[in-house]
């Protein structure tokens, strides 16, 4: 039986090796086909064929914890999975370690079996704990291949599938657009567009679905959008329209931007030339070496902490948390992981919790050579863990060569709270607002609130809660937006005062201020964080978007472009850059971006904007069957989508008639 080589993870997608695309290259060239040595090209016997690709993720690891165990749940899961697969009139073309190749007559036979498959993993893992899951990842293509002699499968159809199972989330599916097309309207299931994807030897980018079991997601937010509608016309101040959260206030709420007056330092920080000069590090995230797996957000934490103190060292050019965590569970080599996250050294370690004791284990690496330049092992009461991280900064600012200022050594010397519960309820919270969902957000905003009871002096946890009042606003969560913002200023004030070096406190000051229009406010407020902490990437990312909605684009490309380098794995850049580069008139160029930014799953908002602009973007370039296209993704999303309210928003009067038109375009009306 041919082995199947498994994926290996390099930077934001995971790739194949270059030996397997080599090979899979040499199955669809011409020497495959019979084109070498006289024969004559379509001599073997060919078929369209629904593709079905499945993967385990991090078997690696997986294996190298517990070898036993996880050939024995390997077992386990093929003799679930591979009936459901012969159920569906498919066939196990090959398989090899974790992998799986299978073809169906039917394209509908075959994600029907993705989605089977999908569940009996889920079922199985249920009596497991979650470090020992088996979770799949699933590519489902039709296209055309060779069928060889042994009846086994070549071509490019097969890398398609291959390259869709990588993007897939962990136990989710993905599907090319030409399965999309034929399922859409035989199989009730969420669909969700994941932008185009290149892939390597295939000429033109794959547009991406992704796909689930629950309700149509479009289904979902359109009662969401009756909700709202019912709220404004009980009386409350939510507005029916909030197709974009700033679009519901007065365009004389809009102050002009008047030239911006940031420190020198700050306002070059963006230039490429300037980035380079800096030296680049990324932590990667630290394993958790607990019995209780309920500890990954302490563990989490500890990275974070680490991250957010060698920011603030001007000589370095510390990547964002989503960055390294795009790597967590992958087993990687240094000299991949630093080509993928574009780094000089790698910071990576452990944490071992048990009851009030911790081991923290700690190396530095060089990307290049590999070579560990220093590793350290600490034994501590948690009550002690501020001073451990202290300790791994300035070893790491030590040995990688940073001259530091005075001011930069005060900044990471600082201690956020001396109440280690009030610390474990911040991090809990963060934690709880990466689900945006209005329950999550109620449950953050209780544990930041008991962290300030505990230490009203904790300046951390008057800024997330602010944070959290904030996305209740921008989510439609609150029936007294105005309040909640009111609130959210000042808690922002209040975390500014405890510690000026709250750079949340300052982001959060930025964002009422975009809210609100108040653009030069907001400017101020991220060029002061920008001054604390000069690889914070949401304050790269902040700035950007102010720029933009301001009516800046060619000004806020850099610094969108500069949270990219940075490694922000939010979809908000790509979606910023995409509006920029629109407004300059590069329209192909921000088709992509807005593709990307598909790719990275963003949020309802920012697909409201995201599909309004790409709508006007293909307008502008004549492909007007894929701007119909957009136009009723938005009217699923938005019955109440108004283009001139839309257009109404942006800064100056340029974009505002700049974008009316390209929507206008569009066929809106």
């Known amino acids: 039986m041919r082995k199947m080589v498994r994926y290996v993870h390099s930077g934001a997608d995971q790739a194949y090796s270059d030996e397997f695309l080599r090979a899979m290259s040499e199955m669809a060239s011409p020497a495959a086909t019979g084109g070498i040595s006289?024969?004559?090209?379509?001599?073997?016997?060919?078929k369209l064929a629904a593709i079905l690709f499945a993967d385990v993720v991090g078997y690696s690891r997986l294996m190298g914890e517990d070898e036993t165990a996880t050939y024995d749940a390997l077992q386990q899961l093929r003799r679930g999975i591979d009936p459901i697969i012969a159920s569906h009139a498919g066939r196990i073309v090959s398989t090899a370690g974790d992998g799986l190749?299978?073809?169906?007559?039917?394209?509908?036979?075959?994600?029907?079996?993705?989605?089977?498959?999908?569940?009996?993993?889920?079922?199985?893992?249920?009596?497991?704990?979650?470090?020992?899951?088996?979770?799949?990842?699933?590519?489902?293509?039709?296209?055309?291949?060779?069928?060889?002699?042994?009846?086994?499968?070549?071509?490019?159809?097969?890398?398609?599938?291959?390259?869709?199972?990588?993007?897939?989330?962990?136990?989710?599916?993905?599907?090319?657009?030409?399965?999309?097309?034929?399922?859409?309207?035989?199989?009730?299931?969420?669909?969700?567009?994941?932008?185009?994807?290149?892939?390597?030897?295939?000429?033109?980018?794959?547009?991406?679905?992704?796909?689930?079991?629950?309700?149509?997601?479009?289904?979902?937010?359109?009662?969401?959008?009756?909700?709202?509608?019912a709220v404004a016309v009980a009386g409350t101040a939510i507005v029916a329209g909030l197709v974009v959260v700033v679009v519901s206030r007065s365009p004389d709420q809009s102050s002009a931007v008047r030239a911006a007056t940031p420190q020198p330092a700050v306002a070059t920080l963006a230039v490429p030339a300037r980035l380079a000069e800096?030296?680049?590090?990324?932590?990667?995230?630290?394993?958790?070496?607990?019995?209780?797996?309920?500890?990954?957000?302490?563990?989490?934490?500890?990275?974070?902490?680490?991250?957010?103190?060698l920011g603030r060292f001007s000589n370095l050019l510390v990547?964002?948390?989503?960055?390294?965590?795009?790597?967590?569970?992958?087993?990687?080599?240094?000299?991949?992981?630093?080509?993928?996250?574009?780094?000089?050294?790698?910071?990576?370690?452990?944490?071992?919790?048990?009851?009030?004791?911790?081991?923290?284990?700690?190396?530095l690496t060089e990307a290049a050579t590999g070579i560990h330049l220093w590793s350290d092992t600490y034994n501590a009461e948690l009550k002690d863990i501020f001073a451990v991280q202290d300790q791994i900064t300035e070893?790491?600012?030590?040995?990688?060569?940073?001259?530091?200022?005075?001011?930069?050594?005060?900044?990471?010397?600082?201690?956020?709270?001396?109440?280690?519960?009030?610390?474990?309820?911040?991090?809990r919270g963060h934690a709880d607002l990466t689900n945006p969902t209005r329950s999550a957000n109620h449950e953050a905003q209780t544990l930041f609130q008991s962290a300030i009871e505990l230490d009203p002096n904790y300046a951390a946890a008057y800024a997330a809660l602010g944070f959290a009042h904030h996305e209740a606003v921008v989510s439609g969560w609150t029936e007294f937006p105005d309040d909640e913002i009111a609130r959210a200023e000042a808690l922002a004030k209040k975390a500014q005062a405890l510690d000026p070096a709250t750079i949340r406190a300052y982001l959060l000051l930025a964002n009422i201020g975009l809210y609100r229009r108040d653009y030069d406010r907001a400017l101020a407020q991220v060029d002061h964080a920008l001054a604390i902490n000069p690889?914070?990437?949401?304050?790269?990312?902040?700035?950007?978007?102010?720029?933009?909605?301001?009516?800046?684009?060619?000004?806020?490309?850099?610094?969108?472009e500069g949270a990219l380098r940075l490694g922000s794995s939010s979809p908000v850049a790509l979606v910023n850059i995409g509006f920029a580069k629109y407004f300059l008139s590069q329209y192909d160029g921000a088709i992509d971006a807005l593709d990307r930014a598909l790719a990275r799953s963003p949020g309802r908002v920012s697909q409201l904007n995201l599909h309004a602009v790409l709508a006007a973007a293909y307008a502008r370039v004549g492909k007007?069957?894929?701007?119909?296209?957009?136009?009723?993704?938005?009217?699923?999303?938005?019955?109440?989508?108004?283009?001139?309210?839309?257009?109404?928003?942006?800064?100056?009067?340029?974009?505002?008639?700049?974008?009316?038109?390209?929507l206008k375009a569009a066929g809106f009306r």
Not at 323 to 342: H, I, T, Y
Request: charged share 25%; hydrophobic share 40%; glycine share 8%.
């Open 624 to 662: 007007q069957q894929d701007a119909e296209r957009e136009r009723g993704v938005i009217a699923r999303l938005a019955p109440f989508f108004d283009a001139e309210r839309f257009a109404a928003q942006f800064g100056t009067k340029v974009a505002r008639e700049d974008m009316l038109a390209g």
């Open 278 to 309: 800096r030296t680049p590090v990324a932590v990667l995230p630290f394993k958790n070496l607990s019995p209780d797996t309920g500890q990954d957000f302490f563990v989490d934490g500890i990275t974070e902490d680490i991250i957010n103190a």
């Open 101 to 229: 190749l299978a073809d169906f007559g039917s394209i509908v036979d075959a994600l029907s079996c993705a989605v089977a498959m999908q569940q009996a993993a889920r079922d199985l893992n249920a009596a497991s704990p979650p470090d020992r899951h088996l979770q799949l990842r699933i590519g489902v293509n039709l296209g055309d291949v060779i069928i060889a002699d042994d009846n086994d499968l070549y071509g490019d159809g097969i890398n398609i599938a291959a390259r869709l199972q990588a993007i897939a989330a962990p136990g989710g599916i993905c599907l090319s657009h030409t399965v999309y097309e034929q399922v859409k309207n035989k199989l009730a299931l969420d669909y969700r567009p994941l932008g185009r994807h290149r892939v390597k030897n295939i000429a033109e980018p794959v547009r991406v679905y992704a796909v689930g079991a629950t309700a149509p997601a479009a289904a979902r937010l359109f009662a969401r959008w009756r909700e709202l509608i």
């Open 319 to 363: 990547s964002a948390k989503s960055a390294g965590f795009q790597l967590k569970g992958r087993d990687v080599s240094p000299e991949e992981a630093g080509r993928a996250l574009d780094v000089r050294y790698l910071v990576d370690g452990s944490v071992r919790r048990a009851g009030d004791r911790l081991r923290i284990t700690v190396k």
């Open 535 to 560: 690889s914070d990437v949401e304050c790269y990312q902040m700035r950007g978007n102010i720029l933009q909605w301001s009516g800046k684009a060619t000004e806020a490309l850099p610094w969108l």
């Open 38 to 46: 006289g024969s004559h090209p379509g001599t073997h016997q060919r």
């Open 395 to 427: 070893r790491i600012v030590g040995l990688t060569a940073v001259n530091l200022t005075r001011l930069e050594r005060e900044r990471v010397s600082r201690k956020p709270t001396a109440n280690l519960a009030a610390y474990e309820y911040v991090l």
